[in-house]
């Protein structure tokens, strides 16, 4: 890529078109009368005399620091030229190239630094050494922003593989979260403490408890069926006794007689009977299927 070359000295002339031989040019801070320096070279290792003499041939080696300058020029005897304010180093320009550092220094309301894209090239592109790198950061024309990619379909893309750093890398270290994947992502260890466990939300100290497996609370079982009538056996009724009341004259079923063990209007206790052995009910309603859906996930520690 070519560009268009600085005048390599600063040359200045009299009214006349003549060389301004020993005129003086003085450098001060932007809106100020406070002298400011520039450098005899691009190390900028050596300032300036304030003001500069210009040479036999009206010329100086002028190179500016990071800061915006008010130039005043005057001739041999001191007669004010002119004065020309806020000159900064070149930044804005017909393709421009700065080596070493740039420092944009600002105390203002406004942005800093604006870029107006009006054509269809990126508005802003970082790159390594490489021309064209082909994984810069860059912003496009439209404002998309691309990170390890040099055309970003969104409004940012980053290149895979790509790493979260900012708030996820200063999780604390021992943290827990959940993912819904087979292995931990970097930077994180699968916990396998907790295996075919449901999830409990709680408003106090988290634990774990239960015993029996998710799958096997959740097995897949059917029930369904309808009302019907159930003759229990003796040793399906749970055991129970009962209490008799009899008077005189006693009367057995039939009409006869039976077996005095009180007084008239006294009570007896039958002996116990059952034995609560297991039986069944059957319902009517819509099937129940306890096969529930369910998606997995792994507990994993950060690093």
Known sequence: MAVLTP?????????????LVGGQLYTYIAGTTTLQATYTDATAATANTNPIIL????????????????????????????????????????????????????????????????GTGAALRVQDSADPDVTPFIIDATGQ????????????????????????????????ML??????PTGWTKSTTHDNKALRVVSGSASSGGSVAFTTA????????????????TAQIP???HDVYYSSPNVGAGGG?????????STFTTTSTGGGGSHTHTFTGTAINLAVSYVDVIIATKD
């Open 7 to 19: 005048s390599p000295k600063t040359a200045f002339v009299d009214a006349a078109g003549e060389p």
């Open 179 to 184: 993912f819904a994947q087979t292995s931990a």
């Open 55 to 118: 040479d036999s041939r009206g010329e100086a080696n002028v190179w500016l620091g990071s800061a915006v300058y008010k130039f005043v020029l005057k001739d041999a005897d001191g007669a004010l030229i002119w004065t020309v304010d806020y000159i900064s180093a070149p930044t804005a320009a017909v393709s421009p190239v700065l080596s070493g550092n740039v420092t944009i220094d600002s105390n203002t309301s406004s942005p800093a630094l604006t870029i107006t894209q009006t």
């Open 145 to 176: 922003v691309g990170i390890g990619t040099a055309t970003p379909v969104s409004a940012l893309e980053i290149a895979s593989p790509g790493v979260f750093t900012g708030a996820w890398a200063y999780l604390p270290s021992g943290t827990a």
């Open 257 to 265: 007689p039976i077996q005095q063990v009180g007084p008239s209007g």
């Open 218 to 233: 959740f097995a897949s079982q059917t029930v369904a069926g309808t009302v019907g009538n159930t003759t229990l056996t």
């Open 239 to 241: 055991a129970h006794t």
